[in-house]
Structure formats: structure tokens, C-alpha cells
């Protein structure tokens, strides 16, 4: 059988740039498993990760907002998909490892929490929580019921550092921390305007000078500017002024929409939801899955385990069955 696994290591020795993560000197597993023939390790750890429970399960997760009834706003799938087609953009421009990129990409979310940043902030509460931290607890411990995925260590460093002021071992690690930022500043922008929120008209001066008018022309000013300053470099970043720009729309974001009072209403709710089951689980310990309680750690860890791999829907439907009494069948 032709080792195709041997032929992608020689294209990438000619093709990608000497800043990039070569394939066949990565720095491995855990646990040691027999090479594919017609894969890299990075490609494997992609697939790992696309084919897991994890992953699907971010498709029930919130995004922006909290149980949307339309069906074109962004999840936190589709967040994770669109930052790994912009990743990958600035991979495959930079001439870096696009498997590696692709791989810290489709993790990078896999531990957040069932309403997003709002449930971080209530397990926040409990122990200290970050969702990074738990992504990576979840390819390592948590997914295959307590198996995880043995993913290579430079894949798991890019999920663990994807937020910014972080540093990831690997420009890839950095292209991902980038790409996180422009897709949900362009994307939550969207997502706001078509809920009525915003009107695109409403954008500062100052912001559509720099990155034009539009979603598509926002996205496209922000991956062009960081290949521009980053090409042959040992480094991926932004220029400081598209920087400045990038940080003032997202505080511009933060004052007039993640804060406002319509969206913290909802929020209320789920915080009261998420923080009830925490009370309800701890005391009943029992009900965890096995897997679980035989973590080597604390109860609250445990519980904040198992109520992270909640989706939206199923925190609802186990809020439910807790508090809503069941019909008699006589």
C-alpha cells in the first residue's frame, strides 16, 4: 500500500513556510497509537474531534442569543464552522499547517456551557471555570465517557490558548485566537441586525471607514489585514490599528448589546435555571453518570462536568423533569 502519510510530509517540507507546524515533528500523544497510512497526526485529531459527541452537540448551544426561534441565527456550531473556514484562510494564505489549524479550530468551544458565556458565568460561581480550560478537559478527560480523545499535545495547547492575551505554542494556535475574534465580532453583528436589534446604518463612522460596509466586507478587511502583517513572519497578528478597531466595535458590541437590558432579562433566567440544577445535582450525586463520579475530584467539579456537556434544550427539559410534576397514570 502507497504511504500517502510520507508524500504529505514531503509537500509540506517544499510548500509550507519554515514558521509553520511540520507534521512529522509533532510533539505526539499521551498515550502512543499506530500511525494511519493516509493521514497526519493533526488530520487525525480534526476528524477525532468532528466525529465526536462533543462536537455535535454545540449545534443546541447558544451563540448570541438565547434560544432563538429563527433558523439563519448563529449557534455555537456554526460560530466553530465559521472559525474554521476563516482559520484555514489565513492558514493556507500564510503557508502554516492547515490540518493543525483546522484541528484547534473545531475544538476550540467544544466546553462551553448550555447558554454560552451566561452558564460560564454561573459555574464560574461554584469553581473556577473558563471554557477554554474546559474544552480542554473535555479532549482529554471528559469526551468517550471518560476517555478522551488523546489528541496531539499541539492541538490541545491551541484549545487551551485560543483566547486572546494567551500564548499558543504554534502560529496555527495564533491564527485560531485571531479567527475566534472575527467571526463572532462579524457574525454577532449580523445576527443583531437581522433580530432588529441594530441597523447596519448604525455602525460608527469610524469603524465602516476601516473595515467597509457589510458582513462580508468586515470579515474580509480583518483576514486580509492580518495576512498582510503576518506573511513570512514569525508571528500572526493584526496590525495595531485594524487592532484598535477590532477591540473598539467589540466594545461598541458590549455597550449596546450584550449589556442592554433585553438581553439580560433572558439571561437572568437561564442563570436561575443553570444554578438551581447545580444546588439540585450536588445533592444528589447519584445522579451523575458513573464516568463521572469516579473523577478523582472535587463534587463541584463533577457536577460542573456533567451540567457543561448540557446542551440549551436539555438543561430545559432536566430543569423540567426536576420541578414539573408528572401527570398520574391510572
Request: a neutral charge.
Amino acid at each position: 500500500m502507497i504511504n500517502l502519510r510520507q508524500t504529505i510530509f514531503e509537500l509540506e517540507k517544499n510548500h509550507l513556510s519554515k514558521y509553520a507546524s511540520f507534521s512529522d515533528a509533532t510533539l505526539g500523544r499521551e498515550n502512543k497509537s499506530n500511525p494511519c497510512p493516509i493521514r497526519t497526526e493533526y488530520a487525525r485529531d480534526r476528524d477525532r474531534i468532528i466525529h465526536s459527541k462533543s462536537f455535535r452537540r454545540l449545534k443546541h448551544k447558544t451563540q448570541v442569543f438565547l434560544s432563538p426561534e429563527g433558523d439563519h441565527y448563529r449557534t455555537r456550531l456554526t460560530h466553530t464552522l465559521e472559525v474554521s473556514q476563516i482559520a484555514r484562510s489565513i492558514s493556507r494564505a500564510l503557508r502554516l499547517n492547515e490540518d493543525l489549524t483546522e484541528a484547534i479550530a473545531l475544538g476550540h468551544d467544544l466546553g462551553h456551557t448550555p447558554y454560552g458565556h451566561t452558564g460560564e458565568e454561573v459555574l464560574s460561581e461554584f469553581i473556577k471555570f473558563n471554557h477554554n480550560e474546559q474544552s480542554l478537559r473535555i479532549v482529554e478527560i471528559l469526551e468517550n465517557s471518560g476517555q478522551g480523545m488523546n489528541l496531539t499535545k499541539e492541538v490541545k495547547d491551541g484549545i487551551l490558548n485560543h483566547r486572546l492575551g494567551l500564548k499558543p505554542m504554534t502560529l496555527e494556535g495564533k491564527v485560531v485566537s485571531w479567527s475566534d475574534k472575527i467571526a463572532y465580532i462579524s457574525h454577532d453583528i449580523d445576527d443583531i441586525i437581522r433580530a432588529g436589534f441594530l441597523k447596519e446604518s448604525d455602525i460608527p463612522t469610524e469603524f465602516v471607514k476601516v473595515l467597509g460596509k457589510g458582513h462580508t466586507k468586515r470579515i474580509n478587511s480583518m483576514i486580509l489585514d492580518i495576512i498582510t502583517n503576518s506573511l513570512d513572519k514569525p508571528f500572526v497578528s493584526l496590525s495595531e490599528s485594524m487592532q484598535k478597531t477590532m477591540l473598539g466595535l467589540r466594545e461598541y458590541l458590549f455597550k449596546e448589546f450584550y449589556f442592554s437590558s433585553k438581553v439580560k432579562t433572558e439571561e437572568g433566567k437561564a442563570k436561575d435555571m443553570i444554578r438551581f440544577l447545580f444546588e439540585y445535582y450536588i445533592k444528589n450525586l447519584n445522579l451523575l453518570p458513573q464516568y463521572i463520579l469516579e473523577l478523582d475530584t472535587s463534587n463541584e467539579q463533577k457536577v460542573c462536568d456533567y451540567i457543561s456537556t448540557f446542551t440549551d434544550r436539555y438543561c430545559v427539559r432536566m430543569f423540567k423533569e426536576i420541578t414539573v410534576p408528572k401527570n398520574w397514570q391510572l
